[in-house]
């Protein structure tokens, strides 16, 4: 009997110590800095524009006949935002299991989705954060209208003058036992891409 208490003890003493360990590093995650890194991979409706800093002529006429809206019955868009995460605390690592977050342009909301990769930054460390972004541009028409979407994703990759202000919030998550638990307060990024008018 008392070989089993001291087990279960034991057990406890670890799980406990392994759910004080993951509130610590996602503690951590959330004294860090997060700032804009860059684009990737930008495709609309199958035309790659790669980082998006220069779209050709007849990448414009495409794009514009595109996002027009027309007969299409969707428009997908994907991309990679690529986010630097600095852990400034020079004795701890910031860690968590994985992350939602949601993305806006202009505050129009544009996607969200979740990152299931686990995410550890060394004592005064950094590292690249990776944001795989996939929507069909359709469904925000019809939920906005053709005009904000087209408007807002000209300027967006550089067709139309004007920033873009991007948005994305973070909501870092922590594995307690087997079960993620969200943070219930998001990390916000803010940054501006397009041509300044």
Known sequence: MKKAIIILSTILFMYSCDV???IGG??????????????DNIQIAGINLGKGKSVSVLQIASLTTILSGGTLQNIPLSMVINLDVANPNEKAAAFLNGMDYM???????????????PVRIEPGGSQVVPLSIGVDLMNLMNRYSKEKVSSEMSRFIGISPGETKVTVK???????????I????????????GKKK
Do not use: R
């Open 20 to 22: 004080v360990q993951q």
């Open 26 to 39: 996602a503690y951590n995650l959330l004294q860090c800095k997060y700032d804009y890194n860059s684009i």
């Open 103 to 117: 993305i806006e342009l202009n505050d129009m909301e544009l996607t969200s989705g979740k990152l299931d990769t």
């Open 170 to 180: 973070l909501w870092p998550k922590v594995l307690i036992g087997n079960t993620p």
């Open 182 to 193: 969200k943070s219930p307060a998001h990390i916000p990024v803010t940054f501006y891409v």
